[in-house]
């Protein structure tokens, strides 16, 4: 077994250079070339650390706590988790998931990813909202993903709701639309506040008439079509900003009941980059696709930089859609969710 005394000696440099870099603390301390030097040189070796002994060490176990409210078993969100996974194997770290039903259950949950002595807690929700963190989580690290800390202290990191309800109708404008209607949810989610806010920001810099009766929400039954359909025959729109991609749907049923094409006689944005959904639909609809991936990285590297007390270098993350936040704060973090472009816009681009 290779050791951090034989990588030294091979590159003439002292044992506690060669563990200050092998243990990610080598900001601001070893030049650069040298940590990078060092780094090819264990990988060369074969270098294996000795996780017991650096738990003993350092009083850390190199765990992290995923604690998730259906994120675990939804498709829609699983790209949290993997982002969560890749960040936490690039720092080092083994992440124990568990998904939990209920107040009583997450608390039990809690209590054994304590026995396991995890580093610190990723706690996330389904659906951006703000949070209460329970007592039972606090006295560790946390970081909040896809939810904001409800007293302002914990990091949390979240899509930029906002400017995707701006991307998605700026599109819209861009393919020609005049009359462009918001299909919003029922729900009062933070994610339909603020689309809806952008929504109306693009149409006011655009010079276009701000009209309640083009902003419908609807929730997911046939009483959504009706909705739809009347909204069709009432105003009768050129340009539909979807709330997500399962409610352009109903504009998709609609058109056709009409006799009119998606992509030719009207635009269609969604949001979701659902993977059934966004691909499946004819013509193929153009989409915001959510950063799962890159708020589970984000909010890892976060965790892992507020656990060591040092920064946490992510250029060498994976190539993802959407660029991340630096680390430190503000929180919320927001993330600028990229529009895939398909065939649902009149006169589009594809990708």
Not at 102 to 126: C, N, P
Not at 192 to 217: C, V
């Amino acid at each position: 077994m290779t050791t951090m005394k034989q990588i030294a000696k091979e590159l003439g440099v002292s044992v506690s250079s060669v563990s200050l870099v092998l243990n990610n603390r080598d900001h601001g301390r070893i030049k650069p070339a040298k940590a990078k030097q060092i780094r090819q040189t264990a990988e060369r070796l074969g270098y294996q650390p000795n996780p017991l002994a650096r738990s003993l060490r350092t009083s850390k176990t190199g765990l992290l706590g995923f604690i998730s409210e259906d994120v675990a078993t939804t498709p829609f969100a699983g790209g949290i988790i993997q982002g969560a996974q890749d960040a936490a194997r690039a720092s080092g770290y083994i992440m124990l998931t568990v998904n939990a039903k209920g107040a009583a259950e997450e608390e039990e949950d809690v209590a054994a990813l304590r026995r396991y002595g995890v580093d610190g807690f990723l706690y996330a929700k389904m659906y951006n909202r703000v949070t209460t963190i329970p007592d039972y989580l606090r006295g560790s690290p946390i970081v909040l993903v896809d939810a904001t800390d409800a007293d302002g202290v914990s990091p949390s990191v979240e899509p930029d709701e906002y400017l995707i309800g701006v991307d998605a109708t700026n599109a819209l404008i861009r393919a020609g639309a005049k009359r462009i209607a918001y299909i919003g949810c029922q729900d009062p989610l933070i994610a339909q506040r603020e689309r809806s806010r952008g929504y109306r920001q693009a149409l006011k810099d655009a010079g276009i008439p701000i009209l309640d009766s083009m902003m419908i929400k609807v929730g997911d039954n046939e009483r959504a079509l009706r909705d739809v359909e009347r909204l069709f025959d009432d105003e009768h729109p050129d340009g539909f900003f979807c709330f997500n991609d399962a409610r352009a749907w109903y504009v998709y049923e609609s058109a056709a009941r009409r006799g009119l094409t998606v992509g030719r006689d009207i635009s269609v944005v969604g949001v979701d980059n659902h993977l059934v959904l966004a691909q499946t639909m004819t013509p193929r609809l153009s989409t915001v696709a959510l950063p799962h991936y890159e708020m589970g990285y984000w909010a890892v590297s976060q965790l892992v930089s507020n656990i060591r007390h040092e920064h946490i270098n992510m250029n060498d993350m994976p190539e993802t859609l959407a660029s991340l936040p630096p680390l430190g704060g503000p929180y919320p973090a927001k993330i600028h969710c990229p529009l895939i472009y398909k065939e649902s816009l009149v006169g589009g681009e594809t990708d």
